[in-house]
């Protein structure tokens, strides 16, 4: 943990550097006399921001705690987006321009050499096994698993389940979790004994809900006991994304205040501040495929634009753009291939999509394929009839099949892409595809907005489950 701890210090460091490095490059050439200075000048800058920055660091836990990855990005982005912005209205207030151009490059460049820097660190210990931290999970049922599953898929964090234990008789010895076979041992009351022979100074608890009531004492004595302890209440189902946590002085009372970020006025307005400048962007940018593909569609014969009705928010209708990708009596061939094929009829109702579509053109193979197809929902976000991130847009049909999620659903508007598409689209059941649109919703944030999208990118490229 120590060699972690430096090893994270010194890449922040490293990264600063050599940010300020480029800076000072591009203020040697802006500067025509007292060179020496304006280089002095900016060192003593360089040096405060630098300690300011991993002193914020250090307070937030980022060379002591393991995070998930997402978090401590979006922490490391949040201190140095705010540091930076205060420093460049300071420098533009105070009218100093020699600084402007080398703090911009000098900022652009720690926002990619940090995080960078950091991976690299942990990538290497992690392939040297150095990261690796042994971890008891306290517990054997459904919440057990899903926080093992949660800190196996978070493998940068270092955290290497040893085995389950359980306080209550159990029959299964071992819990697959992905491909690894995790041994279960029952304890009983004899859970302290069984961690301190097993000598593991980090164990993970993660009872199911009333049991941790029912084991105060037993948190208690961990707590003095073992060097780390983290508790996983199981609140499955609740959106705790942003949760707001109180603590009540003198009292022994956690209070959860749970914030549905999509009903706040404020956030909704800054979402679609972030649609309406994206999408003119991406319009712009994709421009000269627009030209082409209409060209290309229209030589079969057919428009180049397709519209299909789908549920927005609030239930309301609208025509959802997409590229022509199928030939033009594209129904008549399906109504009589799901008469005559049941295997086609049985996939069609199951997922409302079919794998070996007859109807598809060859360039709307291509177009599906790699999702670009559904460019001209560019339109749609524009307009407001949907979100560059969302639930993914359905039918009416596809209504029911909600259940009691359809709420979640219509309360924001379906999006280009979401966490179905980024986790691998039509490879995944509906039902997941329904869990996913729900903790989009319930767990809604910007951050989550903007890694989405980065993720597509990769997704598209990829074009993992797209037919």
């Not at 205060?86 to 100093?96: E, F, K, Q, T």
């Not at 209708?317 to 049941?342: G, H, N, Q, W």
């Amino acid at each position: 943990m120590i060699k972690l701890k430096y090893a994270l210090l010194l890449s922040d460091l490293i990264g600063l550097l050599l940010s300020f490095s480029l800076g000072s490059y591009y203020l040697s050439f802006s500067l025509e006399g007292g060179s020496v200075k304006f280089i002095s000048q900016w060192s003593v800058l360089f040096c405060a921001v630098s300690v300011l920055i991993t002193f914020r660091f250090a307070f937030l836990g980022h060379y002591a705690k393991r995070q998930p990855v997402l978090d401590e990005l979006h922490q490391m982005y949040r201190v140095l987006l705010l540091l930076y912005s205060v420093l460049g209205v300071s420098l533009y207030l105070i009218h100093i321009p020699s600084y402007r151009i080398p703090f911009l490059v000098t900022a652009i460049c720690s926002l990619i050499s940090l995080p960078l820097g950091r991976l690299l660190i942990k990538s290497t210990l992690l392939k040297n096994q150095e990261l690796l931290l042994p971890t008891i999970i306290v517990g054997s049922g459904s919440n057990a698993i899903a926080a093992s599953k949660a800190l196996k898929g978070e493998s940068l964090m270092g955290f290497q389940i040893v085995e389950f234990i359980s306080i209550f008789p159990i029959e299964e010895k071992f819990i697959i979790i992905g491909d690894e076979k995790i041994p279960v041992v029952f304890v009983g009351n004899k859970v302290i004994e069984h961690i301190k022979k097993r000598d593991c100074n980090n164990v993970v608890v993660a009872l199911e809900l009333g049991q941790i009531n029912e084991n105060l004492e037993l948190l208690e004595v961990l707590n003095r006991e073992v060097r780390s302890v983290s508790v996983v209440p199981a609140l499955r189902g609740l959106p705790l994304l942003g949760m707001e946590v109180n603590h009540f002085f003198r009292h022994e009372l956690l209070f959860l205040r749970i914030r549905k970020n999509l009903s706040r006025p404020v956030l909704k307005m800054v979402k679609r501040v972030f649609d309406i400048f994206f999408s003119v962007l991406f319009l712009t940018m994709f421009s000269p495929l627009f030209v082409f593909f209409n060209w290309r569609i229209k030589k079969d014969g057919a428009s180049s634009f397709f519209s299909h009705t789908r549920i927005g928010q609030n239930g309301k209708e609208f025509p959802c753009y997409k590229f022509r990708t199928m030939v033009a009596d594209a129904d008549k061939i399906l109504e009589e291939l799901l008469r005559s094929d049941p295997k086609a009829k049985k996939e069609w109702e199951t997922d409302f999509k079919l794998k070996n579509d007859p109807r598809i053109t060859p360039i709307g193979h291509f177009l599906r394929k790699t999702s670009l197809d559904e460019l001209p929902q560019l339109f749609n976000v524009l307009k407001g009839d949907m979100s560059l991130v969302g639930p993914r847009p359905v039918v009416k049909d596809e209504l029911a099949r909600y259940g009691d999620d359809v709420h979640y659903y219509l309360q924001a508007k379906p999006g280009m892409t979401g966490l179905w598409q980024i986790s691998g689209r039509n490879d995944t059941t509906y039902a997941s595809r329904v869990y996913l649109d729900s903790w989009y919703v319930k767990n809604w944030s910007l951050w989550y907005d903007i890694v989405i999208l980065i993720k597509t990118v990769n997704v598209v490229f990829c074009r993992n489950g797209a037919y």
